[in-house]
């Protein structure tokens, strides 16, 4: 059964090569090709919809203005940052576009 995911869930995206390439989620981790962020929005069989964290600027967004569909079997829960981190994030950047 897939895991359905809510909005502001922290996630990390492991993709399938990494999947491939390592022994398991905890040695995926380490790899520079994942990333860490959160869902904006859940669509099913399409995919998962996310926002991801900077590389090289901490605790700023890769990209301000849109999500990213992400193929939701590379999509696992992880928590990367603080909630308070995650919501003052999503009032920043997201709420003002739902107006």
């Excluded at 993709?15 to 040695?27: A, K, R």
């Excluded at 991801?52 to 999509?75: D, F, I, Q």
Aim: glycine share 6%; aromatic share 14%.
């Amino acid at each position: 059964m897939a895991t359905i995911f809510s909005p502001q869930d922290q996630i990390v995206c492991i993709p399938q090569h990494v999947l491939e390439e390592t022994s398991g989620v905890f040695q995926a981790l380490k790899h520079p090709d994942v990333e860490f962020g959160f869902v904006f929005k859940d669509v099913g069989d399409r995919g998962v919809f996310c926002r991801y964290w900077s590389k090289y600027s901490p605790g700023e967004l890769r990209t301000k203005s849109n999500s990213e569909l992400t193929p939701r079997e590379n999509v696992f829960l992880y928590i990367s940052r603080a909630d308070d981190v995650i919501t003052q994030t999503w009032n920043t950047y997201i709420e003002p576009l739902e107006d």
